[in-house]
């Protein structure tokens, strides 16, 4: 079971190194579902002493005050010999044989964090330490409890101690080692109060008594030992710490401990309860203990891992990759992105994605319905008729048929029709755009760089502009080449006027009757109709080729050439990211990792059981 206890032992050293303590942050954390044990007592309770105790070495701060101020991970493993040592997680790979060094560091290190004030912070100090004389064994040493803050110390101390406290016992992994000095009335012990609000049923908290032999003569702790003055779902354990003169006379731990066992084996009153007292007994206990539950958590926390690591990855593929450093690899992954919104883009054309569909509806309905509301009968009106074939004769009648006068009324009709054709290439025009803005959200890298976003957008809009003039001018030469060369062949059809006109001896505005009149134009308005039934066929041709085909062709083509005339500075301005998004990359990756080692380490364990 040792490697099970290591097992924690390592996630955890792994989780302070990637930034994870169990706070309450956007990232999952992985300290809250690790078993532990957690030591919680009000100052002057005797928390350092037990501590020191269990393992057998001078180590801790002392004095007056809030002496502990950042959480302490004290990771024990037992060594079969060799001379005891001690190593930081903050200092790696430096060995420290000499505790009271041990004490000066934790000091420093707690200074490096809070400055030299008297403030408290939540990042924890691992400390391991590695001895013959120690169970495996794992230990989170809290701040102390206080009711009043001291000089120099803020009025929220008092809370912030108790919320930091709080947040650690109250996460359903954590095992609560409340410590109460004997010499004291239970009721008022701020370890049980505390862990009574997070455990009110005593399931995951062990009790501690300690300075049993400082309790006033005809009074005992029996009553709280046995279990019957306040009930827990554990035993309580009792323990006889030195005194501050022993600690004044540096009596060496080892010593302390055959007197601690010495005590309770002589005493009247503890004597029965001899067997399961002492800071020995309580350390296996809690070896004991951690490494049950340790074991019962492993299949649960292989199921998160896993879950949590899907998830992570998931994430950090919606956030794309990390910028290149180098002017090649950013101009390459440029090109890369501009691939990648190019193919959306061609997609939404294609069918493949939504949106193109939208251009036939232009053709299909929009171009037809605009056609049809051409006023061809109004711009044939028997008045109007009239009046342009008279114009067109000038002085001198037509013989047979009035051709110059045709003409006219063909050309003045056909021209209406440039209004319909140049709505059409603006209207798939609207849509071309609205697809560059639909591909560039579905670009997911392009979420990443706003100003190569911008660059991409506007190159593409600036790109359909060109092709929406190309298309104008090709569309509206086919209207112009209408009006330019009529189809000879369909007049050669009509039925012929044998008639002359008037009578020459009547006003030129008299010369023709109303019937001629009417079929002149009836004979324009047919062929009118002819050429809008094929340009209703020729406008969509000429649109797609210079628009739609283009654009699937060379959207950014003029894009591409000048981004490879910028220089590594323009194109870092590019790929610019937003600052929140490479810090969660940078945390996700982190947190990943961790969770990835954590894996490992798990699955490692698992299978050799």
């Known amino acids: 079971m040792e490697s099970l206890i290591s097992l924690v032992n390592r996630i955890q050293r792994a989780c302070t190194a990637l930034g994870d303590y169990g706070e309450e942050s956007a990232l999952p954390t992985l300290w809250d579902s690790l078993p532990s044990i957690a030591v919680v007592g009000g100052q002057s309770s005797g928390k350092s002493s037990v501590l020191e105790s269990v393992v057998g070495k001078d180590f801790l701060p002392r004095g007056s005050g809030i002496v502990t101020r950042r ?107 409340a410590i109460s000095p004997a010499n004291q009335d239970l009721a008022t012990s701020d370890a049980i109060k505390i862990a009574r609000e997070v455990d009110p049923k005593g399931e995951r908290t062990f009790g501690v008594l300690t300075k049993i032999d400082l309790m006033d003569k005809g009074t005992d702790a029996v009553e709280i030992l046995e279990g019957k003055a306040y009930r827990l779902q554990y035993p309580w354990f009792g323990v006889v710490n030195r005194s501050q003169a022993d600690i004044n006379k540096n009596v060496d731990m080892i010593a302390a401990r055959r007197r601690e066992r010495e005590y309770f084996a002589s005493s009247p009153d503890y004597k029965h309860l001899a067997h399961r ?40 593929s919606r956030l794309g990759k990390p910028v ?31 949106g193109g569909d939208k251009i036939y509806n232009v053709f299909d309905n929009q171009l037809p319905a ?147 009149l009417r079929r002149v134009g009836t004979n324009v308005l047919a062929y009118v109709n002819m050429v809008c039934s094929s340009l209703r066929n020729s406008i969509p041709k000429s649109i797609v080729y210079c628009q739609v085909r283009e654009a699937k062709r060379s959207l950014l083509d003029h894009f591409f050439t000048e981004i490879g005339k910028k220089e590594a500075k323009e194109l870092s301005n590019l790929l610019n990211e937003d600052p929140a998004i490479m810090e969660r990359r940078v945390a996700l990756t982190k947190r990943l990792e961790l969770y990835r080692n954590a894996q490992t380490e798990i699955d490692s364990v698992a299978w050799s059981k």
């Open 370 to 516: 605009a056609l049809k509301r051409l006023q061809f009968d109004k711009q044939l009106s028997m008045e109007n008729v009239k009046k342009l074939i008279t114009e067109a004769d000038g002085y001198q009648p037509h013989l047979i048929a009035p051709e110059q006068g045709y003409r006219r009324l063909i050309e003045s009709s056909l021209v209406s029709i440039r209004g319909p054709a140049e709505a059409s290439v603006d209207a798939v025009h609207a849509i071309l755009k609205e697809l560059v803005s639909k591909a560039i959200r579905e670009t997911v890298e392009l979420r990443q760089y706003p100003s190569l976003r911008v660059e991409v957008g506007n190159a593409a809009i600036e790109s359909l502009e060109r092709m929406r003039e190309e298309s104008r001018k090709a569309t509206l030469k086919l209207v112009d080449m209408e009006c330019s060369y009529l189809t000879v062949d369909f007049f050669r059809k009509l039925p012929q006027d044998v008639e002359k006109g008037g009578n020459p001896t009547h006003s030129i505005f008299d010369r023709y009757n109303d019937s001629y």
């Open 277 to 316: 007292m002492g800071s020995e007994y309580l350390g296996k206990m809690l070896s004991k203990h951690l490494e049950t539950v340790i074991k019962s958590r492993i299949p649960g926390l292989q199921s998160l891992v896993s879950k949590t690591i899907a998830e992570l990855e998931a994430e950090l």
């Open 71 to 177: 959480p302490l991970v004290l990771q024990l493993h037992r060594i079969d010999e060799g001379r005891e040592y001690a190593e930081f997680l903050h200092l790696p790979r430096k060995k420290f044989t000499d505790f009271a060094l041990v004490r000066k560091e934790i000091q420093d290190e707690t200074d490096r964090e809070t400055g030299r004030s008297k403030q408290i912070s939540s990042v924890p100090i691992h400390l391991s330490i590695y001895s013959p004389n120690v169970v495996n064994l794992t230990l989170i040493d809290l701040p102390g409890l206080t009711k009043v803050a001291v000089e120099g110390q803020p009025d929220s101390i008092v809370a912030d101690i108790e919320n930091m406290v709080r947040s650690y016992i109250e996460k359903p992994n954590c095992i609560i080692l």
């Open 324 to 354: 290149a450093t180098d002017a090649g690899g950013k101009l390459y992954m440029i090109m890369e992105i501009c691939r990648g919104f190019d193919q959306i883009y061609k997609e939404h054309l294609d069918g493949v994605r939504p």
